[in-house]
Nanobody, 113 residues
Framework: QVRLVESGGGLMQPGESLRLFCVAP????????IAWYRQAPGKERELVAS???????KYADSVKGRFTISRDNPKHTVYLQMTSLKPEDTAMYYCHQVLYNYWGQGTQVTVSS
């Protein structure tokens, strides 16, 4: 079972920036849409951002203008650059390879003053 590995989470203050990493052990990134999801305690998992093989991107309204998703195919890595963090961004963030439905274990982002 191929697993994605997320990292980069942490405890942040409102207004700060953070970059999340989603690394695959082999090339399963370049030919599939990749999405970042998040799940806060007591809430359903929600789609945050996605990037297609042609690098077209989509964002949830709640993160538009603040988050940027990008990919580096030779490094088998997808990034989520998060700026102007808000307490409501607090959640476990998961990476998802859409084509074969691969998930990672998640990385925790907490935004609190």
């Amino acid at each position: 079972q191929v697993r994605l590995v997320e990292s980069g989470g942490g405890l942040m203050q409102p207004g700060e920036s953070l970059r999340l990493f989603c690394v695959a052990p082999e090339d399963i990134i370049s030919y599939s849409p990749i999405a970042w999801y998040r799940q806060a305690p007591g809430k359903e998992r929600e789609l945050v951002a996605s990037i297609a093989p042609d690098n077209s991107v989509k964002y949830a309204d709640s993160v538009k203008g603040r988050f940027t998703i990008s990919r580096d195919n030779p490094k088998h890595t997808v990034y989520l650059q998060m700026t102007s963090l808000k307490p409501e961004d607090t959640a476990m963030y998961y990476c998802h390879q859409v084509l074969y439905n691969y998930w990672g274990q998640g990385t925790q982002v907490t935004v609190s003053s």
